[in-house]
Each structure stands twice: as structure tokens, then as C-alpha cells.
């Protein structure tokens, strides 16, 4: 849930300031779950840009 909270608040800075601000805590809490749960690199596709 506190995904999807983050990528709504994240989407309505896009809209009204054109840019996103990610608070550094949001980052490290998501890049803690993320080792607990065993996510590698290659569990991403990275996208042409």
C-alpha cells in the first residue's frame, strides 16, 4: 500500500511542479524490502530511453 501511496503522491508533483521528489527514507525503506525479499538486478528489464 505504501507503493502505491508514494507513486500517487509522486504522480500528482508530476502533474502540478513537472518534476518528482522521492524522499530518501521512501527510498531506503523500498531498497530494504528489496533485499529481504532477494530482488537482483536481473529481476528488472531495463527500458530503451
Known sequence: MSVFIMTCEEAAQL???GKITVRETTLKKIGTK???YG???????LLPR
Do not use: G, N, Y
Request: glycine share 0%.
Open 34 to 36: 528489496h533485499v529481504v
Open 15 to 17: 502533474i502540478t511542479t
Open 39 to 45: 530482488v537482483l538486478d536481473e529481476h528488472f528489464k
